[in-house]
Nanobody, 122 residues
Framework: VQLQASGGGLVQAGGSLRISCAYSGRTFNYAMSWFRQAPGKEREIVAAINFSGSSPYYADSVKGRFTVSRDNTKNAVYLQMNSLEPEDTAIYYC?????????????????WGQGTQVTVSS
């Protein structure tokens, strides 16, 4: 399985950005997640979605602002980020795990993308 994140960039506070992750390989039944890591901080879960797309998960810090979705016909997962804040500045990574649930546990992820930088200016 290979993951390729894209779409990051520089945006002003209050703005929006959509990042994408293209995946390939045998991904049937894999849940997909977005993590982020800011300088000097640990990698943290942002959002996740099960294979069917029926059960999204969000970290408290992004609830109501971010939306995760996926299109299995296009082998892609998306993160729509609205009302961005400077605290959202980080490298965003997509990751894949075999089953849904326990999304915050990094050790359960088999595959990681290379990350895309999101910078929110104040």
């Amino acid at each position: 399985v290979q993951l390729q994140a894209s779409g990051g960039g520089l945006v002003q506070a209050g703005g929006s950005l959509r990042i994408s992750c293209a995946y390939s390989g045998r991904t049937f039944n894999y849940a997909m997640s977005w993590f982020r890591q800011a300088p000097g901080k640990e990698r943290e879960i942002v959002a996740a979605i099960n294979f069917s797309g029926s059960s999204p998960y969000y970290a408290d810090s992004v609830k109501g602002r971010f939306t995760v979705s996926r299109d299995n016909t296009k082998n892609a997962v998306y993160l729509q980020m609205n009302s961005l804040e400077p605290e959202d500045t980080a490298i965003y990574y997509c990751a894949a795990k075999w089953s849904a649930g326990n999304y915050e546990r990094l050790s359960e992820y088999y595959y990681w993308g290379q990350g895309t930088q999101v910078t929110v200016s104040s």
